[in-house]
């Protein structure tokens, strides 16, 4: 998680703003995969942070320019 957070620091994939008035963030979760090798043993441990899209309303939120994966 945290070579994550600092992937998405260095390339500047987000900013954090103040949320508008009468406004509702949209929820995100961590997604977690092990990446295995020919024997099936562990050689990577990865983790994804992702917007949870089917929150969105169409028309409204699908808009706005947002990567649901960073």
């Known amino acids: 998680m945290i070579d994550e ?9 987000w900013e954090l703003i ?4 009468g ?3 949209i929820d995100f979760k961590w997604v977690f995969k092990l990446k295995l090798n020919l ?3 562990i050689v990577k ?3 994804r942070l992702v917007a949870k899209g089917f929150l969105w309303k169409e028309g409204f939120n699908y808009t706005e320019v947002l990567s649901p994966v960073a």
Do not use: R, V, W, Y
Not at 18 to 21: F, M, Q, S, V
């Open 5 to 13: 957070l600092k992937s998405i620091e260095k390339n500047q994939t």
């Open 18 to 21: 103040k949320l508008p008035g």
């Open 23 to 25: 406004k509702k963030a």
């Open 39 to 41: 024997e099936g043993k």
């Open 45 to 47: 441990h990865k983790a």
